[in-house]
């Protein structure tokens, strides 16, 4: 009786079909012979999956494959997910509960996958009836509660009503009545408040079953007689003899045979009517009962031995049984029928070894299973460490010989730097020394150069002084001979300044304008000394008297600037010489100026003197360039870097 | 938690030979700075006696041409003494 409720849903969700079923099957099957398209065809092995199911299992099953086939085909999700669903409804049917969880599982996850919460909570109620088959109380009331909740969220309150019921009943089986009927009142309200006759009628019974277990006949029969009111109301027969069958045993306990008597048999019309023999045992014992009171103990007895027969290779109906042999030990005794009486006792006995042996072995499974459970989990866990183990493994092993691997190219790399700067020191090093080796031998050339330049000034110091004693002692009246004497002699003097100058610079390691001035001013005193009337002005520019000319480039300046000069003093007929040394632009301008008679530059071919001045600005990277006219004076002008 | 404390250690080590590598680029950048001065110096050094070299040689060529100068000089000199003494009788 306690699990009328489960029944009642899965009746409610299939029984609509189940009229026409052969006809609606009938119809998909020409539907499927004109070659739909794939789709439609899919479709059609759902339908016939589903409509099957209340006919033949095993067609169900068959259209049910070659669904699933077509949709994995197609890659409709929310077809297979239906089709799961159904073949989850046929295994049920065909009380093969594991290949039902595991249907409806899958079904469960694809819906999960696309959040079809409608169709989730569906499933998770169905498979919470699954885990309440099998015995799995906490996961069949954890499936429930979020089958309640999706029903919530998507409006369906009828179907949350009546999940809560199946919660009561749960509940009722783990003996907690109170929240068998906290959860129950919830389903009641709502069946109430919307008037849905169908679920309140079971609702009441199983109220009424839980007053019942609490002893609370009064509420008991109180909502025993609701729900037979509704159940009448709305011709559901099966509600109606459980709880004529109920009344009945509580006006048998309240030793009112009469009125369980009559009630008994109004439960025995109905079971008459819609041919449903099983439930007809809890009325024969409820009949047995009255039997006994009214002392009728040989049709009792008869009506006993038979209900023996039918309970004796059952099971589920050993309890049942249990009372029957009762009824036979107390019939027999009233009767006088000792034998009888032993026969039955031992009978119980045996009959409760029975139940104890199932129960050990069924608690024995239990453990079995769950020993083997926990060692499978164990082993699992076992397995999923050592696999955390190796991915660590391999994480570190990676890390490592990265890290190795980056240190090797560091350490590469740091060595052929080491070469690369190893030989670039070389390479320096190498010139210092070359070009150390390369100064030391022009210093010794230098060193010999000096030696000869002093040896040969002290010969031509020697030829001059012997050309003027000659010219003493001789006391030489020919022209042409003094005359050619005083060649010889001015001329060596002419060398004895050259060899001067140039030792002059080639002893400065470097050359400054107030050096040339000083020079110039010395040779312009000697060159000046026949014409005292010329007035000499050498003007520097302040921003060049820390700039330091090399050997060469003095010594070029000052010869040009000394011709010039002469050629001033000789030719222009000048009386006032200017010498302007200027800074413009990183570029040195020299510029030589008189105020003598000038000349045409057109028209006066270079002398040795210019092109000589032209052929030492060049040297040292220089220009020179000469203006001139005639009565304006002659500026020469000296162009070079610094 | 070893594999942190690997990581971490040979990381050290990685960042120390970085530093390390960085450290001799720039005392080796310096070292050749140092030796490019030198260089420079030395250069500078060869390129003035170089000038002196040359001041040298172009006495030398002006000594020689003055050596050819005087030596012709003399010579007439000497011819011009001995026409006169050869004209005077005076060479026996």
Redesign the interface.
């Known amino acids: 009786m306690k699990k009328i409720h489960l029944f009642l849903l899965i009746f409610c969700f299939t029984v609509s079909y189940s009229q026409n079923a052969q006809e609606i099957i009938n119809k998909l099957k020409k539907d499927l012979s004109s070659n739909p398209d794939d789709k439609k065809t899919a479709s059609i092995y759902s339908d016939l999956t589903w409509y099957y199911a209340n006919i033949s299992v095993d067609s169900s099953l068959f259209y049910g494959s070659k669904a699933i086939k077509e949709a994995e085909r197609l890659k409709d999700s929310t077809l297979l997910a239906q089709i799961y669903s159904d073949l989850g409804a046929v295994y049920f049917r065909k009380t093969d509960f594991e290949a039902s969880k595991n249907s409806y599982l899958i079904a469960y996850k694809i819906r999960k996958i696309r959040n079809d919460k409608t169709g989730m909570a569906k499933i998770a109620a169905n498979l919470a009836n699954v885990y309440n088959k099998q015995n799995q109380k906490e996961l069949a009331l954890k499936s429930y509660l979020e089958s309640v909740e999706y029903f919530e969220k998507t409006n369906n309150f009828e179907a949350a009503a009546l999940t809560n019921a199946n919660i009561s009943s749960l509940f009722m089986d783990l003996k907690n009545y109170q929240k068998a009927s906290k959860y129950l009142n919830k389903a009641i309200q709502y069946q109430e408040e919307n008037n849905k006759l169908d679920g309140l009628s079971t609702s009441y019974l199983t109220k009424g079953n839980i007053f019942l277990r609490l002893s609370d006949t009064l509420n008991a029969l109180k909502y025993y007689k609701k729900c037979l009111k509704i159940s009448r109301e709305i011709g559901n027969k099966i509600s109606e003899v459980a709880v004529l069958n109920n009344i009945s045993k509580i006006k048998n306990d309240q030793n009112k045979g009469n009125e369980s008597k009559i009630l008994n048999q109004q439960s025995a019309q109905i079971l008459s009517k819609i041919n449903k023999s099983k439930d007809d045992t809890s009325l024969s014992l409820n009949v047995v009962s009255s039997l006994i009171t009214d002392h009728k103990f040989l049709e009792a007895k008869k009506i006993l031995l038979k209900l023996k027969k039918e309970y004796s290779n059952e099971p589920a109906y050993f309890e049942d049984l249990i009372q029957t042999y009762n009824y036979l030990i107390q019939t027999s005794s009233q009767l006088n029928q000792k034998d009888s009486v032993s026969f039955y006792s031992n009978a119980i006995m045996r009959l409760q070894d029975k139940i104890i042996e199932q129960t050990v072995r069924k608690q024995t499974n239990e453990f079995e299973t769950k020993y083997q459970t926990v060692k499978k989990e164990k082993l699992i866990a076992q397995q999923k460490e050592e696999v955390k183990y190796k991915n660590?493994l391999l994480?570190?092993l990676t890390?490592?010989v990265f890290?190795i691997a980056?240190?090797g190219f560091?350490?590469f790399?740091?060595q052929k730097?080491?070469n690369k700067?190893q030989k670039?020191?070389f390479e320096?090093?190498s010139?210092?020394t070359q070009?150390?080796k390369?100064?030391e031998l022009?210093?010794q050339?230098?060193s010999i150069?000096k030696d000869?330049?002093d040896n040969?000034g002290a010969q031509l110091t020697f030829?001059i002084s012997s050309v003027e004693t000659a010219k003493y002692v001789a006391d030489i009246k020919?022209t042409?001979?003094e005359s050619?004497?005083s060649?010889?002699s001015n001329?060596?003097k002419?060398?004895i300044v050259?060899?001067r100058d140039?030792i002059w610079?080639?002893n400065s390691?470097?050359i400054n304008f107030e050096d040339l001035r000083l020079r110039i001013l010395n040779f312009i005193e000697k060159a000046t000394t026949a014409t005292t009337d010329i007035s000499f002005n050498f003007m520097v520019d302040n921003a060049l008297k820390n700039t330091h000319l090399?050997?060469?480039?003095g010594?070029n300046v000052y010869r040009c600037i000394q011709e010039a000069i002469n050629n001033a003093i000789k030719y222009s007929e000048a009386n006032n010489i200017l010498v302007e040394v200027i800074l413009d632009k990183n570029e040195i301008k020299i510029i030589i100026k008189d105020n003598g008679k000038g000349f045409d530059v057109e028209t006066i071919s270079n002398g040795n003197g210019l092109q000589n001045m032209q052929k030492r600005m060049e040297e040292i990277g220089g220009t020179f360039q000469i203006v001139s006219e005639p009565t304006k004076g002659t500026q020469i002008k000296l162009n070079f870097k610094s | 938690m070893?594999?942190i404390i690997?990581?971490a250690f040979?990381?050290s080590?990685?960042l120390f030979?970085?530093y390390?590598?960085k450290k001799?680029?720039e005392d080796?950048s310096i070292?050749?700075k140092f030796?490019?001065n030198?260089?420079n110096d030395?250069?500078e050094?060869?390129?003035?006696?170089?000038?002196?070299?040359?001041?040298?040689d172009?006495?030398?060529q002006?000594?020689y041409n003055?050596r050819n100068?005087?030596d012709q000089?003399?010579f007439?000199?000497q011819k011009?003494?001995i026409e006169?003494l050869a004209a005077n009788n005076l060479l026996d």
């Open positions: 660590i994480l570190g890390i490592i890290f980056l240190f560091l350490i790399r740091q730097l080491k700067q670039q020191e320096l090093k010139a210092i070009i150390e390369q100064n022009q210093q050339r230098l150069s000869l330049h040969i030829i020919n042409t001979l050619k004497l060649n010889i001329f060596t002419d060398t050259e060899l140039t610079a080639m390691e470097t090399s050997s060469v480039q010594m | 070893f594999i690997i990581s040979l990381s080590v990685i030979l970085t390390k590598i001799e680029q080796h070292k050749i030796l490019q030198i260089i030395l250069l050094m060869n390129k003035n006696q170089e000038s002196k070299v040359k001041l040298s172009s006495l030398i002006n000594l003055a100068n005087i000089n003399v007439d000199l011009e003494i006169k």
